[in-house]
């Protein structure tokens, strides 16, 4: 996973805009270290000097790359907006020519789930999951319902409570996780194509008869996920009931670059 | 199976996805990547032969300008709150969150001395007796020579399941 966050972040820092950034965070940790002396003043004279001159060999990179990250996530709590529109046309390019790459797309109009998850509410812990073909392990699960819920949790401190409906949702390009909360445990499906309306209707059903079902589990609940297994059959009847599968499996990678880029501009943005 | 989420809180660089990195994937970065946001990785262990899988929420470093949102906390059946043996100054900000998460969630707490090949002992002992008042129990760390890692996780983990 590392190596998408890695690439991720060569995509956020990359850019020539940010040289600016790193000099001033440079000349900042600087002016503290001397605690503002007449030799700030000679230094910062010549630090533009020194930095353009180590520019064209990488040894000044390791000990500014911290600085510049921690110096764009406050750029972005003073005024999302700035980054945002910085890195929206770096990122929305590059997000559509992976999925491009991995996600053959097969005829218009089709529609195909791949993976549903019931998530409890609280701890985000997966409870029960179905996937159409051995995408993800157990571990991928885990991790995946990790990331749906810290990206349910900026999505909610956004928005006004009561101003959420379908807005959980994340869709890009063909791909859409539709998110269905309720009072305990959430459902999500990720999905192709475009979801027929009484398919989100479907996934609130059952997810109302999970409820119902394991009422005393969820009310109890300890991380133990064993009582709720009998409960994958009805998810699995969903997607035979509304996947018309396309003949494409949809990309686990895919998944995971998706929900990183998510998590991390996501959290960016919101922090 | 029994799936507890924990989280790893305390100051930029003490070195929170470190000890994430050391337990899951068995390695050692020395480059730094200031973890943005939130990274979630797991791992499972058997304890007292109860299969036990831990998610675990490695949260950005908290600072001045930067304060760790209760939400990620959510949940959570226990709690690292990690420091830097090298920077005594680092407990401050792991007292302040310690405070936080305990409002969020009465959960087991380990305050973890990271970092331990940096400094001599008698630094740990001090660090490690300033942080015994704030937590279930202190452990030391060195993610670079890997002691204490697994015994760390491997207490909390424990501790969660009570
Ligand atoms: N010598 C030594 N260095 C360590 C140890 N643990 C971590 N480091 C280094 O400390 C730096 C910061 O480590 P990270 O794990 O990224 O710190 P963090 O707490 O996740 O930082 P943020 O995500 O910014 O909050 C890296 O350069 C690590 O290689 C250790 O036990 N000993
Ligand atoms: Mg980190």
């Known amino acids: ?271 | 199976m029994i799936r507890k989420k924990i989280c790893l809180v305390g100051a930029p660089g003490v070195g929170k996805t470190s000890l994430v990195r050391r337990f899951v994937e068995r390695r050692f970065e020395a480059d730094y990547h200031s973890t943005i946001g939130v990274r979630i990785d797991r791992r499972g262990l058997e304890i007292d032969g109860q299969d036990v899988s831990l998610i675990i929420w490695d949260i950005h470093g908290e600072d001045e300008s930067l304060s760790v949102r209760s939400s990620y906390l959510a949940g959570m059946a226990g709690c690292f709150v990690v420091i830097d043996a090298s920077r005594p100054e680092t407990i401050e900000i792991a007292t302040t969150l310690r405070e936080r998460a305990l409002a969020v969630a009465a959960v087991p707490m380990v305050a973890v001395v990271n970092k331990t090949d940096l400094v001599d002992e008698a630094e740990v002992a001090l660090s490690s007796a300033r942080l015994a008042p704030l937590a279930d129990n202190v452990m030391a760390t060195s993610c670079l020579e890997d002691t204490g890692v697994d015994d760390a996780f491997e207490f909390l983990a424990r501790a969660t399941i009570g």
């Not at chain 1, 997966?126 to 885990?142: F, I, K, M, T, W």
């Not at chain 1, 890009?172 to 999905?191: F, H, M, Q, S, W």
Request: hydrophobic share 45%.
């Open chain 1, 1 to 271: 996973m590392s190596d998408e966050l890695d690439e991720l972040r060569e995509l956020l820092l990359g850019a020539d805009r940010l040289a600016i950034a790193r000099l001033e965070a440079r000349i900042d940790a600087l002016e503290q270290r001397l605690e503002a002396g007449p030799r700030v003043d000679e230094l910062a004279a010549l630090l533009p000097k020194v930095i353009e001159k180590r520019s064209t060999d990488a040894s000044l990179d390791p000990g500014l790359q911290p600085t510049v990250e921690r110096t764009l996530l406050r750029s972005v709590e003073d005024d999302p907006k700035v980054i945002a529109d910085a890195i929206y046309p770096v990122i929305g390019p590059a997000i559509r020519r992976s999925i491009a790459a991995m996600f053959s797309f097969g005829p218009s109009g089709g529609f195909q789930v791949d993976h549903i998850f019931i998530i409890e509410g609280a701890t985000s812990v997966p409870l029960v999951h179905y996937q159409r073909s051995e995408d993800l392990d157990e571990g991928a699960v885990e991790m995946v319902s990790g990331m749906l819920s810290a990206i349910r949790s900026f999505v909610e401190e956004s928005f006004e409570a009561g101003q959420l409906d379908g807005l959980q949702d994340l869709r890009v390009g063909d791909v859409t996780v539709l998110v269905e909360p309720g009072p305990k445990a959430v459902i999500a499906a990720v999905t192709a194509g475009v979801p027929p309306t009484r398919f989100r209707e479907q996934l609130q059903i059952a997810l109302e008869e999970f409820h119902r079902e394991h009422e005393s589990d969820l009310r109890g609940f300890d991380g133990a996920v064993e009582p709720y297994q009998p409960f994958e059959p009805r998810l699995a009847e969903l997607e035979r009931r509304h996947g018309l599968a396309r003949g494409n499996r949809f990309s686990v990678l895919l998944l995971f670059v998706l929900l990183i880029i998510v998590v991390v501009v996501g959290a960016a943005i919101i922090l």
